[in-house]
């Protein structure tokens, strides 16, 4: 698998199918880690060696799905309380050795790791030699079953090499877990479990279940372990150990030197959140003793994985296609089909460690993006947990005393603001007032979600019973929060922050917040028009209702037209000011910034360590006004502005780029996809190398530490995004699919499948001559496909081809 950029050590650069590692390196313990985890949406297990414990270097780790627990800590003298996503109990753990040596306690003489994305199994190769010399070959092969997701399974195979004798297997589940997966968070509660009972089976089915500190969540798991010869059960003795948060055995079996042994642990997980189960620790002793045998499990769970890659079908001739398929694959490993009943959101680091805690931020702008076009019933579980949470919403604008619906910046289990109030600065050591829950573009976020669900799939039963209300209470809250400004004529929004993110206060003010932010306004407006075409798209009786529950009446959609014509946007120098006063700023001197620092990510941190502040300068995180022009066409943007009575050319769009573009430190791994996706316009050999920086992002942990706290999936959804949407120029307008390809020149051709309104059969296939699209389902209806402004009718069983 390759990148196209300077990878990792030990990246093997042959199969685009397969992420491999060779040899041993601490260092990068924690990314290999995270890049080869294996999950299947309702949980995800961290590629620790079965062997290791937390000690610095490995990190185990397993995340069920929306299982949070809330903690209080004193920090500064201050009590703060954070949720976090529960690092559960250990499955993993086993370990062996010949009579009379040693526990393998890692790391082996050799060693290889690999990820099977094709099939979604991790397979490991070492060889183990003890204090004696005596040699062991160990094979073992891991899955997080998508066929049966309360299935955990482990192979693992021991072939003695020069030795014979008593081979000792000892296998665990591990309750003394600890959230200590990043190290800002020291010195914060990190306790969340509490053992609820452990015991062995006389079958020999160990068992262990978890009460949460702070909810009543429960987790229970069981473990069956069975070892065997060419498929021969193998004897063994046993011997179990069982103490207060741990159940262990220890199987003794006789080992023949040349003659393999092989040992399966399965384990199955299930919390007191599962549907349709009685009690947790009942479901998970039942499912275990009935789980079939290793084989069979793998090839029931490969089976499912063919049916998900047939589905995200995407292949194009240039040599990070592979990367691509490791962000597909991590994608649908953080949320499947079996995460749709849980009630869970898309959190921003996925299932693979407790960066962020796990929260969901507004990340899923651009992964529901990419699943309206393959998995729309997943998109629509997104938004069903947005719905859900839609009363908790409506409570936090009414307790800053406005209406409608306020979502948060940061969400968890049940809706409320979980941004932190204070965070560190690792260069400094001091703790920071934390204002990033200012950024009230999330709400705006979400109705550009449920917008873009309804346009990709026509269901309007979605906008009756579910989209149309969060669109309109968040319209609502921006009717409120907007404050007409009589010298100007117009109406401001203040007290935000952008998605920039650095910028969370004026140097000439004591208040937090910013005002007139462009994006957060010019989405604002957008979404007050959504809004009013949502009332009009409903079905009369529906729409009837909802007016009447929501108690909107003439008056307050007249004033969403008036409010929505009429916020203020600033400009300076001809381009979109980032917010009002943006021009006042000073310029950073970046020549000596660059040359006494190797690395300007965290700008941010670095001038707070010098007693300065990046409040004082034109200097961003990542896309801020820009990610306007990533969410519309230059053409929309345009056409959003000038019914904001702004004069906007097309001029605009390639001064914006440039300004920004010399002023932003892409702090964050959003950036390099916001970027590469604009500059498509105006730039492409820079859009492909932002694009190739986005691949990159995990793979090579471009930001120096982050990839082992958990992966960046909004920036993985976006960098197939990128290729699925951006570079085929798919766009989904005036109930057509119209296309508008700017390949790069680096790729020849991209080929994909996808979803459009009900229809499954949809092939595209771009080149540098030709587009070609594909009706394939015979039950199908006709659909509009459209280039360059001229549209045609694909019925089902045809193909049509553009010339370009």
Not at 223 to 234: D, E, N, S, V, Y
Request: aromatic fraction near 8%; charge should be neutral.
């Amino acid at each position: 698998m390759s990148d196209g950029s300077t990878g990792r050590r030990g990246c093997a650069p042959s199969d685009p199918w397969q992420l491999s590692y060779e040899g041993f390196d601490p260092a990068e313990e924690g990314i290999r880690e995270v890049l080869c985890a294996v999950g299947n949406g309702y949980l995800v297990s961290r590629a620790a060696a079965p062997e290791s414990r937390a000690d610095g270097v490995h990190y185990p780790g397993t995340y069920l799905a929306g299982c949070y627990d809330r903690a209080a800590s004193v920090v500064g003298g201050r009590t703060v309380e954070n949720e976090d996503l529960i690092n559960c109990p250990n499955w993993l753990p086993l370990t062996f050795r010949p009579e009379g040596g040693d526990w393998f306690a890692g790391p082996a003489t050799t060693e290889k790791l690999e990820l099977d994305l094709r099939r979604g199994v991790l397979a490991r190769r070492a060889l183990v030699v003890d204090e004696h010399g005596r040699r062991t070959r160990l094979t073992q092969r891991r899955i997080a079953s998508q066929a049966q997701p309360h299935l955990l399974a482990l192979e693992t195979e021991l072939v003695p090499e020069n030795w014979s004798g008593r081979l000792e297997v000892r296998c665990a589940l591990d309750a003394d877990v600890s959230n200590t997966g990043v190290a800002r968070y020291q010195g914060l509660a990190s306790r969340h479990l509490a053992p609820d009972g452990e015991g062995a089976d006389a079958d020999g089915t160990l068992w262990l279940q978890v009460a949460a500190a702070g909810s009543p969540l429960r987790i229970a798991l069981a473990a069956r372990t069975r070892a065997h010869r060419a498929g021969a059960p193998l004897p063994a003795a046993r011997t179990d150990e069982i103490r207060e948060g741990l159940a262990a055995q220890v199987l003794v079996l006789d080992a023949t030197q040349g003659s393999p042994v092989t040992v399966e642990k399965t384990v199955a997980v299930y919390t007191s959140r599962d549907p349709a189960i009685g009690a947790p620790l009942r479901a998970a002793r039942a499912l275990v003793t009935q789980a079939p045998g290793f084989d069979q499990l793998v090839r029931d769970h490969a089976l499912r994985w063919t049916e998900l890659w047939r589905r995200c079908r995407i292949d194009a001739d240039f040599d990070g296609i592979g990367t691509l398929r490791l962000h597909l694959f991590h994608l649908l490993q953080t949320y499947s089909e079996h995460s749709v009943d849980l009630d869970v959101g898309i959190p921003a680091r996925g299932l693979h460690g407790e960066a962020y805690r796990g929260h969901v931020f507004w990340d899923e702008l651009f992964v529901l993006q990419l699943l309206n076009l393959r998995f729309p019933e997943l998109a629509r579980a997104v938004l069903r947990y947005r719905h859900r949470r839609l009363d908790a919403a409506r409570q936090a604008a009414r307790a800053i005393g406005l209406r409608g619906a306020m979502y948060p910046w940061q969400s968890a289990s049940d809706g409320r603001e979980e941004s932190q109030q204070l965070h560190l600065n690792p260069l400094s050591g001091r703790w920071l007032p934390d204002h990033s829950h200012l950024q009230r573009h999330v709400g705006s976020a979400v109705a550009y979600n449920v917008w873009q669900h309804y346009q990709a799939t026509g269901d309007v039963d979605f906008l009756a019973t579910t989209g149309a209300e969060m669109l309109m209470e968040i319209a609502r809250f921006w009717s409120s929060k907007a404050v007409y400004d009589p010298p100007r004529e117009r109406y401001s929004i203040r007290g935000v922050l952008g998605p920039d993110e650095y910028h969370d206060a004026y140097p000439w003010s004591d208040r937090p917040g910013l005002d007139d932010n462009a994006y957060t306004n010019v989405l604002a407006s957008w979404v007050l028009a959504r809004a009013l075409d949502a009332v009009d798209a409903l079905p009369g009786y529906r729409r009837e209702e909802l007016l009447e529950r929501l108690g909107l009446d003439r008056g307050e959609l007249d004033r969403w037209q008036e409010v929505g014509r009429r916020l203020h946007v600033p400009f300076h120098d001809g381009v979109l000011s980032q917010f009002d006063g943006y021009e006042r700023l000073a310029e950073l001197d970046w020549a000596a910034y660059h040359r006494r620092y190797a690395d300007l990510r965290r700008l941010d941190r670095i001038l707070e360590a010098e007693g300065d502040t990046v409040n004082h300068y034109k200097a961003s995180k990542q896309a801020d006004v820009l990610m306007l022009f990533y969410l519309f066409s230059a053409r929309e943007v345009r056409d959003l502005l000038r019914r904001l009575g702004y004069r906007a050319g097309h001029e605009l769009l390639r001064r914006t780029t440039d300004y920004y573009l010399r002023r932003t430190v892409h702090g964050s791994t959003l950036s390099a996809v916001v970027h590469a996706w604009v500059l498509t316009r105006t730039d492409r050999r820079a859009s492909w190398r932002f694009f190739r920086d986005a691949l990159a992002g995990d793979l090579v942990d471009v930001q120096g530490g982050t990839t082992a706290e958990g992966i960046h999936l909004g920036a993985m959804a976006g960098t197939v995004d990128l290729l699925q949407r951006c570079y085929t120029g798919l766009e989904i307008r005036q109930d057509a699919l119209w296309l508008a390809p700017r390949l790069p020149s680096a790729i020849g051709r991209v080929e994909l499948d996808l979803r459009y309104r009900g229809h499954w059969g949809i092939s595209l296939s771009v080149d540098r001559r030709t587009v070609t699209i594909s009706l394939r389902e015979s039950t199908q209806e006709p659909i509009r496909v459209g280039l360059r402004g001229s549209s045609t009718t694909v019925r089902p069983g045809e193909s049509h081809r553009f010339s370009l």
